[in-house]
């Protein structure tokens, strides 16, 4: 059974900064393209940024280009979303989510979400 577990939300005020945690289990880390996700009040769920299972690479909304980072530890089988120079438009719910696919940005490609972490920044 596929569990994926956020944590590491706040409030912040702008331009603080955060990291998030993803803890997987019942997945491996180097199997699954791993991805977070947001979802403002009263809009659709987003791509922010994901981390290829086979070589570990990277790629960003350009919102969040050059102030988020994400990593992983495949020891700990954790994957983390480091966000620094918050802004309030960052304020949303941030879900992990783990896809089969190599390469993908598409939420539908993604078939295991976490229950999502409450970030809120404050102006």
């Known amino acids: 059974q596929v569990q994926l577990v956020e944590s590491g939300g706040g409030l912040v005020q702008a331009g603080g900064s955060l990291r998030l945690s993803c803890a997987a289990s019942g997945l491996t880390l180097t199997t699954y393209t791993m991805a977070w996700f947001r979802q403002a009040p009263g809009k659709e769920r987003v791509f922010v940024a994901r981390i290829r299972w086979s070589d570990g690479g990277t790629y960003y909304a350009d919102s969040v280009k050059g102030r988020f980072t994400i990593s992983r530890d495949n020891a700990k089988n954790t994957v983390y979303l480091q966000m620094n120079s918050l802004k309030p438009e960052d304020t949303a719910v941030y879900y992990c989510?783990?896809?089969?696919?190599?390469?993908?940005?598409?939420?539908?490609?993604?078939?295991?979400w976490g229950q999502g972490t409450q970030v809120t920044v404050s102006s």
């Open positions: 989510a783990a896809s089969t696919y190599y390469n993908s940005a598409l939420e539908k490609r993604y078939d295991y």
